[in-house]
């Protein structure tokens, strides 16, 4: 029998190569290069070989042998390259590639291998360039076309990356993960009826995949119908149970949904099942807040920041906790964190001027700047005296609503409108870090009321107007927050709750709710009398709140007006409220005057109003035992 060629030999490694048959084809490989030792194909394919089995030291020789070779043969650069890219040696890893594309400028997927290295390093602009000169060279290319859509969305160009992807999805439709990417670049473009189909579209072609269904409850929960999300992510685990991913989107879904144990359960597994899922632990986080737990928040929100120093929602919520249990040396420097948190409603300012520290200004001007809500304006603007104090010159910059209001305690300092510009000023602060910089305590808040005051010329024509309810108990009353406050729904009361004050006689109730949104109409059956349309400004609230015996309010701007004026204010909160507030205390550090009513479990607004039912018809008698007693 005639004896085989070594490149008959060769050929038949190749094809056993390539189905597979890796022993096989490896133990051909090494026949020939026994008797052939420079057979650069041989050795070139049996590194290629070798790295297949996760071999990488023994890929490097025998790549780098044909390379010594034939130092002239482009694909052996370009196997080189993914090589090192398997080894961690990225920067090697793109020198081999280029001198792959130098060698051979119409190899494609050398072009697309050095765009894959370019993108794990962060050189996201090269390597789109990489992935478009592949798919020049290769319209068809369809890793190219699906890797460059990811590298767009990557850094931002989503209408890019959605071409890139519909791409892929028009070379291969039946492809269930071209239509999930395609999804998944829609859904962060805000596209979520497109995304839903396109991750519905991957469903249908392949059932049983359990990312499909993940992919698709995240949609769908983004759009608001959490529901069908939930009944996604159960999909999803029923197909895969170790599914770490949709175990951590189930518990996030579940914690909106306000189902809490369920949702801390599902985080709980997420996190057995990859301890360093930083996203889990801190959904873990955040459902042990709405619960009212925050030591256990703060330990989940700790190991998420530990696994993932850059996760600033975290870190957010972590800060929130501390301060929620009074622990403001650590929630304040947290809080400096708020900036970064992809839904905190301010945008960072930048001024070229630095931060101040808090050091004497020494006839400098300090920019204090309003953010976040009107409430936490009026809440911090306490700190501008003490802020004085330190030997310059404030500016004050705040919200149109608030200019009016403000400008007494500004006193001889300028108050600007937000958007308006601003006179020079050399170091700036936003008012809610006022607290870290004046090294704020439970014990030193500076809390002396009244710092706010209605003009006595405005307040004097209301009294004149409410001279004919003079004999009444006098109270003013908003129910609802802003429906743009991410916690409105918890923290705003349904108007059928305010039942029970209509039992309440010798009481006027004075509508503070301006701007009342559907759904949310005037209370039922509650006699309100109702100014709110003449209350242009919060000078004009406030004037109108001078001339009450007792403000209540859930929490929202007219509770920090009205205890910021020294008024007599009920806080409405619910059972896990805002940090200001914190945790179980009836009395509020930060006012001295308010008086504070919590649900007792979550959702129950009806003891709260039965709470302060009690307490109005009490103060109502004792005004009115007063005023017989003045007679």
């Not at 020789?61 to 070779?69: P, Q, S, Y």
């Not at 040396?329 to 520290?357: H, I, M, N, T, V």
């Amino acid at each position: 029998m005639t004896e085989l060629t070594n490149e008959q030999i060769f050929l038949i490694a190749v094809r056993k190569h390539q189905a597979g048959h890796l022993r096989q084809a490896e133990r051909l490989y090494r026949q020939i290069l026994a008797g052939e030792p420079n057979h650069t194909a041989a050795s070139h394919n049996l590194g290629v070989l070798a790295q297949q089995v996760g071999q990488n030291d023994a890929a490097l020789e025998l790549i780098r042998h044909a390379i010594a070779v034939r130092p002239d043969w482009s694909e052996a650069y370009c196997s080189l390259g993914e090589v090192l890219r398997a080894r961690g040696q990225l920067d090697d890893a793109v020198a081999a590639l280029r001198q792959a594309v130098t060698l051979q400028p119409g190899n494609a997927t050398a072009h697309y291998n050095l765009g894959n290295i370019l993108k794990d390093k962060g050189q996201l602009d090269e390597a789109i360039a990489s992935f478009r000169r592949a798919i020049a060279l290769k319209p068809d290319y369809l890793k190219a076309h699906g890797n460059l859509g990811s590298a767009l969305q990557e850094k931002g160009q989503l209408e890019e990356a959605i071409a890139s992807y519909r791409q892929v999805t028009a070379l291969m439709p039946g492809s269930p993960e071209a239509h999930s990417n395609l999804g998944g670049a829609l859904r962060d473009q805000g596209r979520l009826d497109e995304a839903i189909a396109a991750f519905r579209r991957a469903v249908a072609l392949d059932p049983n995949s359990a990312p499909a269904h993940n992919n698709l409850g995240v949609a769908l929960k983004a759009d608001g119908q959490l529901d069908e999300g939930i009944a996604s992510f159960r999909q999803a685990l029923a197909l895969q149970p170790g599914m770490h991913q949709a175990h951590g989107n189930l518990g996030n879904a579940l914690r909106e949904k306000g189902q809490l144990d369920e949702a801390i359960a599902s985080s709980r597994q997420a996190v057995a099942l990859e301890p360093n899922y930083s996203e889990a632990h801190y959904n873990l986080g955040a459902a042990f807040w709405d619960k009212g737990q925050p030591d256990e928040a703060i330990t989940a929100c700790r190991r998420a920041i530990s696994l993932k120093p850059d996760l600033f929602e975290a870190r957010r919520n972590l800060a929130f906790s501390l301060l929620l249990r009074g622990d403001f040396a650590q929630g304040w420097e947290e809080y400096e964190w708020r900036w970064k948190a992809r839904d905190f409603p301010s945008p960072p300012r930048d001024f070229a001027q630095p931060l101040w520290d808090g050091r004497p200004l020494h006839g400098a001007t300090l920019l204090l700047h309003a953010e976040q809500g009107l409430g936490d304006t009026i809440q911090f603007v306490r700190y501008l005296p003490l802020a004085a104090q330190r030997g310059g010159k404030i500016i004050l910059e705040c919200p149109a609503e608030l200019q009016r209001l403000l400008k007494p305690l500004a006193g001889e300092f300028p108050v600007v409108t937000q958007g308006r510009p601003l006179p020079p000023f050399d170091v700036h602060c936003p008012l809610l870090s006022l607290p870290r910089v004046f090294g704020t305590t439970l014990e030193n808040i500076p809390a002396k009321v009244p710092y706010l005051r209605a003009d006595p010329q405005a307040a004097g024509k209301w009294r004149e107007r409410m001279a004919a309810d003079a004999g009444s108990f006098k109270v003013g009353l908003a129910w609802a927050g802003s429906q743009m406050n991410r916690n409105d729904r918890n923290r705003s009361m349904p108007r059928s709750a305010l039942a029970p004050l209509r039992q309440l006689q010798g009481v006027s109730f004075y509508s503070l709710q301006k701007e009342v949104p559907q759904l949310r109409d005037m209370p039922e059956e509650l006699e309100l009398i109702d100014w709110t349309e003449e209350l242009k400004d919060f000078a004009d609230t406030a004037a109108l709140i001078a001339n009450l015996d007792l403000v209540v309010s859930v929490d929202t701007a007219v509770a920090h007006l009205a205890g910021a004026m020294g008024k007599r204010v009920g806080v409405l909160l619910p059972f896990v409220p805002d940090w200001r507030w914190l945790l179980t205390r009836k009395d509020s550090p930060w006012y001295p005057t308010a008086r504070l009513f919590r649900q007792p479990r979550a959702g129950d607004w009806d003891s709260v109003t039965r709470q302060l039912t009690q307490v109005l018809r009490a103060m109502r008698d004792k005004r009115m035992q007063l005023d017989v007693t003045n007679r």
